[in-house]
């Protein structure tokens, strides 16, 4: 059974950066494809990227190009995401979610962390 | 970008009903790379249905997926208590990946 465990909520001020982890364990963390979604208060999902652990290559959404970085750890079996130049629209849970392959949808997901972002 | 559009927004209904939640894409979505999510409150989203109309490990058959090409469906043939929830589709076959609005389902 796969199981992603996520960090805890940050609260951050604009124009600075936060660094979310996932944990996974069960499965080949190596194998599989791990996907970043947020959800802004009261909103819809919302892809920003994913990488490939075991090639260390990751793709973003246009929108956040520039500003959003997944890296993968093998040792540990952790994705990492950080968000640069944080504004308040940042503000959301971010969750991390396994997909089997990469180009599959997402069967499992982590519990999700809240990122606030505030003067 | 694939734009999905949900409809309705919100579906209000009994227990014991059928709902019929549609997913319509802006373009075709390449070999019905097509998911349906639910989600709770509080929770993370759930995968119901991948590949249009095949579903995920663990979900009741009372859940069926359905279209091909840039028209998808959602089904629930008889609603229990514990579906009523935000539902996604998404589509996943095509960079970058994109969801719809999600329509919410509610009891009446």
């Known amino acids: 059974q796969v199981q992603l465990v996520q960090s805890g909520a940050e609260v951050k001020k604009p124009g600075s950066s936060v660094k979310v982890s996932c944990k996974a364990s069960?499965?080949?963390?190596?194998?599989?494809?791990i996907s970043w979604v947020r959800q802004a208060p009261g909103q819809g999902l919302e892809w920003m990227g994913r990488i490939i652990p075991i090639l260390g290559i990751a793709n973003y959404a246009q929108k956040f190009q520039g500003r959003v970085t997944i890296t993968a750890d093998k040792s540990t079996s952790t994705a990492y995401m950080e968000l640069s130049s944080l504004r308040s629209e940042d503000t959301a849970v971010y969750y991390c979610?396994?997909?089997?392959?990469?180009?599959?949808?997402?069967?499992?997901w982590g519990q999700g962390t809240l990122v606030t972002v505030s003067s | 970008e694939i734009v999905l559009t949900q409809s309705p927004g919100t579906l209000s209904l009994s227990p014991g009903e059928r709902a019929t939640l549609s997913c319509r894409a802006s373009?075709?979505?390449?070999?019905?790379?097509l998911a349906w999510y639910q989600q709770k409150p509080g929770q993370a989203p759930r995968l119901l249905i991948y590949g249009a109309s095949s579903r995920a490990t663990g979900i009741p058959d009372r859940f069926s997926g359905s279209g091909s090409g840039t028209d998808f469906t959602l089904t629930i043939s008889r609603l229990e208590p514990e579906d009523f929830a935000v539902y996604y589709c998404?589509?996943?076959?095509?960079?970058?990946?994109?969801f719809g609005q999600g329509t919410k389902l509610e009891i009446k």
């Open positions: 998404q589509q996943y076959g095509s960079s970058p990946v994109t």
């Open positions: 979610a396994r997909d089997t392959i990469y180009g599959s949808p997402s069967d499992y």
């Open positions: 373009q075709s979505v390449s070999s019905s790379y």
């Open positions: 069960g499965g080949t963390f190596s194998s599989y494809t």
